[in-house]
């Protein structure tokens, strides 16, 4: 599912400009690049975001009829107002306005939240000076499918804060998984695109289920919404 869809759901539940609001971080962005590029390429096992196989999202678009009210990338400057993003070759001046929402785990959090390193998915109105003034905006937010392989209750209890999930994961691999305390469960039913809201005991192990969540700064996933189908 593209990015930008997949944003929408959950939300559902260019260089002059940054030039006018940061004067001289052109380049600024550019020896952070050089930086971030060095440490990708000697320790790409820290950087398991920027895998194009995993999240084509961090990889340059092939498409060049990209969305004008849509930009994703990593904060390399902030201030009160505004934040720079750099995705893939691109780089982008955001515009925060006080009403726009902001998502990092949990819904309406404080602009302050987001921090310079911070993948952040911003969606908005493009403004004449190539700019993008946010309505809604996602921090860290991931994805993660897969079968559930086993519950790690904490304490006995599945809604205890610090009990996790083990998943293989369908692209490979084996993932244990961190559950928020907005964790929503949600069951896809047999009709089409009907869902309803159930309880952590619905997850059990042989269930297939798809996760959005927060990213970690360790690597880690920390999951606020699980769907799950109907056991075959």
Known sequence: MERRSFLKIVAAGGAAAVNFLYPGLTGVVGAARLKAHDSIDKHPEKHPELDPEKHPEAAPSKHPEIDPNFFGGYVVEKSV?????????????IRLPARAAVWKEFEGVSHSEIQVGDYVDVR??????????????????????????????????????GSR?????????????????ALEVIRITDGEGDMMAVGIANVVPGTKMGAVGLRLPDGGFRATRIWIWPQA
């Open 81 to 93: 107002g505004g934040l720079v993003l750099v995705g893939g070759s691109e780089m982008r001046a």
């Open 124 to 161: 908005g109105t493009a403004l004449a000076d190539g700019s993008l003034e946010a309505n809604n905006v996602w921090v860290n937010i991931g994805r993660l499918d897969g079968t559930v392989e086993q519950l790690m209750p904490q304490g006995g209890d599945m809604t205890a804060q």
């Open 165 to 181: 999930l083990r998943i293989a994961a369908i692209k490979g691999g084996h993932r244990e998984i961190e559950l928020s305390s």
